[in-house]
């Protein structure tokens, strides 16, 4: 027994063990391990809440259904992509390629997404966006493999404009900031309200993120519509709230909005926020079974109020199931997979909602009117409302 | 646009410049006096913001929130230059802006872990919420005249500070030279230690102040660093005056522009900045 020999042969060993661990991994992975579940949201900044709450419901979803997807174990990973548009990309690979997930959950900002996007088409990974509205995702861009569960940015004001003119408002200022969601909130807008006989008087814009509204207003006073709509969300919506009302416009021109204007700032708006009118596919008032069941689970499990993000983050998960337990856990049955999902409705607490040729929500959009730090569902502005996935190439 | 709209207009331009004027004030004094790029000065405006909301809940009065509030930030102030800017007077600009640039990502996980990333409201205090009519359907809140009062006493104040005591005298003379003024028995570092702590409550200050009128969200810094910049470059670095006449202009463009030009409103400021720099480098008044 030669020290050469006992070398070559030890060596010899080890190789055909790491070639056969090299030959054998994607069929061992398909049926007993985990499934890598990826979730690139913002868990800092600005949209830190949304990318909770998505998280949130999605897992609620997950566990109400035994914590498995087709049977299968799930390991999450977590990227926060910061709101970031310039990292989209390298932030996504790193779920992508490091950490090799399933399925990517992501993201808020329609900016990032375009990165996440660009590595979905190009790895063919799945894609189930919780939020992000940018429309190309589901039109000229759209992909198998990639499914949205929230909206388009065009779709609550696409319900927006029959909804004002009903109420004879039929001379309009629009407002919004200059930037992609902006300018595609007012497309359903310019589409939905010229379509039912009104005016837009003037459309007004503003830098994004700027939150310098006074001159605008001013400018408003000036023109005096019958209403104004608008699109902002977040910090600079309960900023535009509080402006609108301390300038005293909300006594004589009635404030329309997409829905996200009164999302998770009404108790930094206070009653500045009273009387709005918005169009969103859901709001936490809804006075539905399925509604009360979800806030009630949520509550306990989180201790916290769930929001639309929420509700978003918990369809995700609902869908994913479907797709998932229609193959029995095998996700790299992708055709089958795809199906599954392109052809599921979704028990939501939004109500039922389909899936459109192009991988958006058709759904209902609500009238909201804030009463009392509540948007208080009044009716449901138009039914079955879809994006029109103009350019889409699939299906 | 007719003349009264033209007046509304011009007062919101000057309420906008006095507030940034506020801010931009502590900026340029840290700049100019200490030689410090502060990257994290937005973060103080933030912190102030904040105080004044967590203050405000506590206390049920804003102005005792803005007192205390104003005592904690100048002792924060001190302790920061005490404990990480002293050490960096001498160092590279670079150095100095990877130093406050993190600093900036400390001060956001700071503010998510203390208060969480809600955005908040601060209540307008019931003595000034009223509105005057300004046209039949624009009222103007009461709160913004004081907001910008109370930026008109600081500037005041500042300027009988540095202009007219001996602790201006003092700071004006470490500024100028600070190896003489040392030999002359002045105690720099106190001197800077005091500035700094003066320039961080400014900046907390316009946060209280405007919170009310601006919400309180998370990042709310990051944007208004920006124009801070923007502010003491055109007035010159370390010159305070300077500061309040580029303000106003900041604040003039900024609203003339969104409404005259809106397409280039978002340019219109940096535009005048590029302009200023072409035929003053060093700013409207130099140090």
Same mark, same amino acid.
């Given at each position: 027994m030669t020290t050469r020999r006992l070398v070559l042969t030890r060596s010899a060993a080890v190789i055909g063990a790491a070639s056969s661990g090299l030959l054998l991994p994607s069929i061992v992975r398909a049926q007993s391990s985990k499934v890598r579940v990826g979730f690139m949201l913002p @868990?800092?900044?600005?949209?830190a809440q949304l990318g909770v709450a998505i998280e949130n419901g999605f897992r609620m979803a997950i566990n109400e259904q035994g914590g498995k997807l087709g049977g299968r174990e799930i390991e999450y990973f977590k990227v926060?992509?910061?709101?970031n548009p310039a990292k989209g990309i390298e932030n996504a690979n790193r779920l992508v390629? /490091?950490?090799?997930?399933d399925v990517l959950i992501g993201t808020v900002h329609s900016g990032v997404q375009m990165g996440i996007h660009r590595v979905a088409r190009e790895s063919g990974v799945l894609n189930l966006i919780p939020n992000a509205g940018v429309?190309?995702?589901? /039109?000229?861009?759209?992909?198998?493999?990639v499914f949205r569960t929230s909206f388009s940015n065009s779709q609550p004001t696409l319900a927006l404009g029959k909804a004002m003119v009903d109420r004879g408002h039929k001379k309009a200022v629009w407002i919004t900031w200059n930037y992609a969601a902006g300018d595609e909130a007012f497309e359903g807008f310019e589409q939905s309200y010229t379509a039912a006989?009104?005016?837009?008087?003037k459309k007004l814009g503003l830098p994004?993120?700027?939150?310098?509204?006074q001159a605008l207003l001013t400018e408003i006073a000036s023109i005096k519509p019958d209403a104004v709509a608008c699109f902002f969300a977040g910090g600079g919506a309960a900023k535009f709230l509080k402006d609108y009302a301390a300038a005293g416009l909300n006594k004589s021109i009635q404030l329309y909005g997409s829905g996200f204007l009164t999302e998770g700032v009404l108790e930094a708006a206070g009653d500045a926020a009273n009387g709005v009118l918005t169009t969103m596919? @859901?709001?936490?008032?809804?006075?539905?079974p399925r509604n009360k069941q979800f806030r009630l689970d949520y509550a306990k499990t989180f201790k916290l109020q769930p929001d639309v993000y929420a509700v978003q983050g918990y369809d995700t998960g609902l869908l994913l199931i479907k797709g998932a337990n229609a193959v029995k856990g095998d996700l790299d049955n992708k055709k089958a997979l795809y199906a599954a999902m392109e052809g599921a409705t979704i028990d939501s607490p939004r109500g039922k909602w389909t899936m459109s040729k192009a991988h958006n929500p058709i759904q209902d959009m609500y009238l909201r009117k804030v009463e009392n730090r509540e948007n208080k569902v009044?009716?449901?502005?138009?039914?079955?409302v879809a994006d029109s996935g103009a350019g889409c190439r699939m299906g | 646009m007719d003349f009264a709209n033209f007046l509304i207009q011009l007062l919101n331009s000057l309420q906008y410049g006095l507030l940034l004027f506020m801010l931009a004030a502590g900026l340029t004094l840290i700049f100019g006096i200490m030689g410090v790029v502060n990257l994290a000065h937005g973060s103080f405006y933030m912190l102030g913001a904040y105080l004044a909301w967590a203050l405000t809940a506590q206390f049920n009065s804003l102005t005792l929130a803005i007192v205390v509030g104003c005592v904690l930030a100048l002792a924060f102030g001190w302790l920061l230059e005490w404990l990480l800017f002293r050490h960096f007077y001498q160092r590279d600009h670079l150095d100095q802006v990877l130093l406050t640039f993190g600093l900036i990502y400390i001060f956001e996980e700071l503010r998510s872990i203390l208060w969480g990333d809600d955005v908040h409201s601060v209540a307008v205090p019931e003595a000034v919420s009223q509105s005057i009519q300004l046209t039949e359907n624009l009222s103007y809140p009461v709160y913004r005249l004081v907001v910008s009062g109370v930026c008109i006493a600081l500037a005041l104040g500042l300027y009988g500070l540095i202009s007219k005591t001996r602790l201006g005298m003092k700071i004006r003379a470490g500024a100028f030279n600070r190896e003489m003024a040392e030999s002359l028995g002045i105690n720099i570092r106190l001197i800077h230690g005091v500035v700094f702590a003066l320039g961080v409550t400014l900046a907390a200050i316009a946060g209280m102040v405007a919170a009310p009128i601006s919400s309180v969200y998370p990042g709310m810094g990051g944007s208004v660093l920006i124009m801070c910049f923007v502010v003491v470059v055109i007035g010159g670095i370390g010159s305070v005056r300077g500061a309040l006449v580029a303000a106003l202009l900041v604040g003039l463009v900024d609203t003339f522009g969104k409404v005259l030009v809106p397409q280039i409103a978002g340019m219109a400021v940096y535009m005048l900045m590029a302009g200023v720099l072409l035929y003053k480098p060093e700013g409207l008044f130099k140090q």
């Open positions: @868990y800092t900044g600005t949209f926060d992509d910061e709101s390629q /490091r950490d090799k997930v429309h190309v995702a589901t /039109r000229a861009q759209c992909a198998p493999n006989g009104g005016t837009i008087v994004f993120p700027n939150v310098e509204f596919h @859901y709001s936490d008032s809804l006075d539905t009044i009716g449901i502005a138009q039914k079955a | -």
